[in-house]
């Protein structure tokens, strides 16, 4: 069955480094990713999307990768800031475009 | 533009109990969503509707029953509510573009709880 991991564990991270996050898929190959973060208590908010014949892409202070020969997009927040402290959700998309499955997300923590 | 609106925000009711939850978005969406959040699970998808007039099946089905009521608007059902559906539920909407895939915008949740 399709299985999507995100580093479960809280990610502490010091303001000014750059956090790195991995979202890991497996038993399937999908068109695009998508990047959303969420805080306490709110919906979650779109970031990026990736398509799966990008290598790279970029929106201000964010980076995200998608490799699809490790089945892995990495998301990359440079220049931290404790603003960026939230849960940060990876969600490639499954059976057809419609739909995303989303991982359960990882607690960034960014610590002035 | 407020997006996406869902109501109520917050809900408790007894086993067995029925409710509607109602999910309106004023961004001229085609496709909308509704979701449930617990702790550890992540976001599972209940039903989703690529359009107006059409339903499907998500990830979690069982015990729910949607309606697309029109363009705007994408309702969820609970017949008869059970404890193991005290969750948070959200609603998204999106329109896939030529290129299939699309963001979705989220509403700002229902807090459930079944006793």
């Known amino acids: 069955s399709q299985k999507i991991e995100q580093n479960s564990e809280a990610l502490n991270i010091q303001e000014g480094k750059t956090a790195t996050l991995t979202c890991n898929y497996t038993?399937?190959?999908?068109?695009?990713l998508q990047w959303y973060r969420q805080d306490p208590g709110r919906g979650p908010v779109f970031l990026l999307l990736?398509?799966?014949?990008?290598k790279e892409k970029r929106k201000e202070r964010l980076k995200v990768t998608f490799d699809t020969t490790l089945k892995q997009s990495l998301f990359h927040i440079t220049a931290s800031q404790p603003a960026d402290s939230a849960t940060y959700l990876c969600a490639p998309n499954s059976g057809g475009y419609q739909k995303v499955t989303f991982g359960t997300g990882t607690k960034l923590q960014v610590i002035p | 533009n407020a997006g996406v609106t869902q109501t109520p925000k917050f809900q408790v009711l007894k086993t067995g109990q029925s409710m509607t939850l109602q999910c309106a978005q004023d961004?001229?969406?085609?496709?909308m969503y509704w979701y449930r959040q617990d702790p550890g699970m992540g976001l599972r998808l209940i039903y989703y509707?690529?359009?107006?007039?059409?339903?499907d099946k998500g990830e979690v089905p069982n015990g729910y029953n949607v309606s697309r009521l029109n363009k705007r608007e994408f309702s969820l059902r609970l017949e008869s509510a059970a404890p193991s559906q005290t969750s948070v539920y959200f609603c998204?909407?999106?329109?896939?573009?030529?290129?299939?895939?699309?963001?979705?915008?989220f509403g700002p949740g229902t807090r459930l709880t079944v006793l």
């Open positions: 998204a909407s999106g329109s896939p573009g030529l290129a299939g895939a699309s963001e979705q915008f």
């Open positions: 990736i398509r799966e014949n990008e």
């Open positions: 038993n399937y190959s999908p068109a695009y």
């Open positions: 961004m001229n969406h085609n496709s």
């Open positions: 509707s690529a359009s107006e007039g059409t339903t």
